[in-house]
């Protein structure tokens, strides 16, 4: 057993220092696909709008009044849109971008009648999640998703995203439950599965829609296995998009989950 | 080769003999024609290629009559086809005639009754949401408080359609979809499926995108082995240990995405080639390759050094040689068990064809300690490919990266070796759209196994088994 001790002072401290330092890592992630407030040159009405919409798998793409929006949480990253109209759409940058409060949010730009829905979600937020601030238990449901996020959850446990040392961990039982991460395009089987859990956590509790599938149901939405997402069986706070969403998205969400940090990314202790 | 046969019966019958003289059963599928009421199953028999020529995977088909709802049971004759029909039941409801067990597998079913009974024996229901981070899958141990006499399956909780979502799809939607089919196999399940559709457009990916496969095929298959080596560890209470593989595990994912932006591969594999070279310059990538090597070889050697870690893997689960090959074992699972057919040797594909893919070596103790030696095997010979495929990289950097590749119609199938073992598409096309489109992942014919390997075996022992099959449950129920 000895060989594990040294093995275990091998490569020094490998973990983040996210959030309170940056971490180059997170900072060079590429999120969801973005309009660009001004496009590379000036486009023609007519040619902006041809096939803009049908370039995207999921419709996360729209265009109302010459103004083009992307939802992105229904983005999976394909990145047809950047690669085919690199003038109008771009990444966005930073793996913690795509966590919102309200679904609206994550539609960029934003819709001027969300401002204050967002407001009043984030006020209500930080005063459920008060008490919890320094030591959360996090419960993880799948609820139908491709195997992907549960790695990325569990990657969280690891050295080097290290889950622990901003006092949070992951519970067996949803009794003991704060945080409820649901991953997965909801499927129909797990509706009943993911509301006896909700309903076995005890108050106050928040729910992380986990990856662009429990947001929407990604490429899946409309199939009728699925619910598209899993807004309709859980209350949900949290909306986190990515195709799965990287470690520090997962991270930064739970963060904001337990007011660690707010969605735009100041601590607010 | 695809044949029709009027005659269920005669079909099965000639399954059973191939079978019987070597073939491997590699899957059942049930379709059903859009304009009339006509259902064709199609099963899958890979053959081994004799000599140069490679071998292929063979699709026998026959046509029910019209309004037919039952049909004789292929199961009894080739036991490998339990779930394959279990699923044609649920999705089709055609009843297979002198089926062992046709209860529902990816729909929704009444509670199992208990399959042993006596003197104290009772059953422990685990899942569907389970403890830690896992995907939703419900067991349901029937035990007398020790040992493991029985273990039921019920996997239909995740069961998300995505068979019927292909359907409409044009082929750049298609690879997305299967990309996310069974995510922690991405890159293989987006091969089989550009292959099955390359075949249908008669398109030939060009030589340097063979290589871009191959680099991101085998950093899968390597994170995919660090993860069960790494489950293994966290079973065995190896604190270090699995924090060290964590850390390993995640310096492939992070060099994938220094490699493509995606940790899982993804977006780098597209119908006739891939969508871009590396964006590491190839002589850093030569070097992150071999500075992983030498650190995972070092971790591994450690691991098969820790006697009690071994002593929770020797003869833990074993799967014997016989079942292995009757069943057809894919991956690393039929490797422990003496029985090999890996696509990139018997049916190579991509730059598998040019690249020395060394054999499997041979094991037959099946157990969870042989599925871990093939597979840190498999790891060594990965990390051999990828410096292989990277220094040949280098020479053909300006070359072109994918063909034109726009099937007008017709069906094939592809396949890949994931980590998992062999995955199989079988896909239909017309008008460029997808008709049809069947994936057939290593786990779901392999998790049935799960059954079969408990003799002996008691409750601590479970996760031993469950981590060491390696499988994923998004890929079962699909």
Not at chain 1, 234 to 254: C, H, M, Q, R
Request: include cysteine; aromatic fraction near 6%.
């Amino acid at each position: 057993m000895s060989i594990w001790v040294l093995r275990g002072l091998r490569d020094g401290v490998v973990t983040t220092r996210w959030p309170a330092r940056p971490d180059p890592y997170a900072d060079a992630w590429r999120g969801p696909a973005r309009p660009l407030e001004q496009p590379a040159r000036p486009l023609e009405q007519g040619e902006r709008l041809t096939g803009i919409t049908d370039l995207c798998p999921t419709g996360a793409i729209t265009v109302t009044d010459g103004t083009v929006r992307v939802d992105q949480g229904r983005c999976i990253l394909c990145g047809r849109c950047v690669a085919e109209r690199p003038g109008v759409f771009a990444w966005s940058g930073g793996a913690t971008g795509p966590a919102a409060l309200t679904r609206e949010q994550l539609v960029i730009p934003e819709l001027p009648e969300t401002d204050a829905t967002i407001q009043a979600a984030r006020a209500e937020l930080a005063n459920r999640t008060r008490a919890l601030r320094r030591s959360v238990h996090v419960r993880h449901v799948d609820a139908g998703s491709d195997g992907s996020e549960e790695w990325e959850i569990q990657a969280l446990l690891g050295p080097v995203y290290d889950l622990h040392r901003l006092g949070v961990f992951i519970t067996a039982s949803p009794r003991h439950a704060d945080v409820l991460l649901v991953t997965g395009a909801g499927a129909r089987g797990m509706t009943g599965p993911l509301r006896t859990t909700y309903d076995g956590m005890p108050d106050p509790k928040v729910v992380i829609a986990t990856g662009t599938d429990a947001v929407s149901g990604g490429l899946l939405a409309g199939g009728e296995s699925v619910t598209d997402g899993v807004g309709g069986t859980v209350p949900v706070d949290i909306w986190l998009a990515g195709s799965p969403p990287s470690p520090f998205g997962i991270l930064n969400a739970l963060l904001i989950a337990v007011g660690y940090l707010t969605p735009d990314g100041r601590k607010r202790r | 080769m695809t044949m029709t046969q009027p005659d269920v019966l005669a079909l099965w019958k000639e399954l059973e003999s191939r079978v019987a003289a070597g073939d491997r059963f590699a899957g059942l599928s049930a379709a059903r024609a859009a304009d009339h009421n006509l259902v064709t199953l199609s099963a899958y028999l890979a053959v081994k290629g004799e000599g140069e020529a490679g071998g292929d995977v063979d699709t026998l088909a026959v046509t029910l009559p019209p309004g037919a709802t039952r049909y004789p049971a292929l199961t009894p004759r080739v036991g490998a086809a339990f779930w394959y029909e279990r699923v044609i039941h649920d999705q089709f409801g055609l009843v297979p005639e002198g089926h062992p067990r046709l209860a529902p597998l990816i729909r929704p079913g009444d509670p199992l009754p208990r399959h042993v009974e006596g003197y104290g024996m009772f059953t422990i229901p685990h899942g569907p949401v389970r403890s830690g981070v896992m995907e939703s899958i419900e067991y349901l141990v029937e035990t007398p408080g020790e040992a493991i006499p029985h273990l039921n399956m019920r996997v239909f909780y995740k069961h998300r359609g995505v068979r019927q979502r292909f359907t409409g799809m044009t082929m750049p939607d298609g690879v997305l979809l299967a990309e996310r089919t069974e995510g922690i196999a991405s890159v293989a399940h987006a091969l089989a499926f550009c292959h099955a559709v390359e075949r249908i457009a008669g398109c030939e990916p060009p030589p340097v995108a063979g290589l871009v496969r191959v680099l991101h095929a085998e950093l899968e298959r390597i994170a995919n082995h660090l993860d069960v080596a790494m489950r293994l560890a966290d079973a065995a209470g190896l604190a270090v240990a699995t924090a060290r593989l964590a850390l390993h595990k995640e310096r492939v994912m992070r060099l994938v995405s220094r490699m493509c932006g995606s940790r899982f591969g993804r977006g780098v594999v597209v119908p006739g080639g891939v969508s871009a070279l590396p964006r590491l310059a190839p002589a850093e990538l030569a070097a992150e390759i071999g500075q992983l090597a030498s650190q995972v070889a070092s971790e591994a050697a450690a691991l098969m050094a820790t006697s009690s870690f071994l002593d929770r893997l020797r003869g833990t689960g074993p799967l014997t040689p016989v079942r292995a090959r009757t069943h057809g074992a894919l991956g690393p699972i039929g490797k422990a068990a003496g029985f090999a057919d890996d696509h990139r040797l018997a049916r190579p594909y991509d730059g598998y064809r040019t690249l020395p893919v060394p054999p499997a070596r041979a094991h037959t103790a099946g157990d969870a300690m042989a599925r871990l030696r093939v597979r840190w095997e498999e790891v060594d010979s990965s990390f051999g490919l990828l410096r292989l495929a990277a220094a040949e990289l280098t020479e053909r950097a300006g070359d072109e990266l994918r063909a034109s590749c726009e099937p007008a119609g017709g069906r094939a199938l592809g396949w890949a070796e994931a980590p998992q073992g062999e995955v199989l598409y079988d896909v239909s096309v017309a008008e460029g759209r997808i008709v049809r489109c069947y994936p057939r992942s290593a786990s779901f014919h392999n998790l049935v196994l799960m059954h079969e390997v408990f003799a002996g075996d008691i409750l601590t022992d479970f996760p031993f088994i469950e981590a060491s099959f390696g499988l994923s449950v998004a890929g079962v129920a699909l």
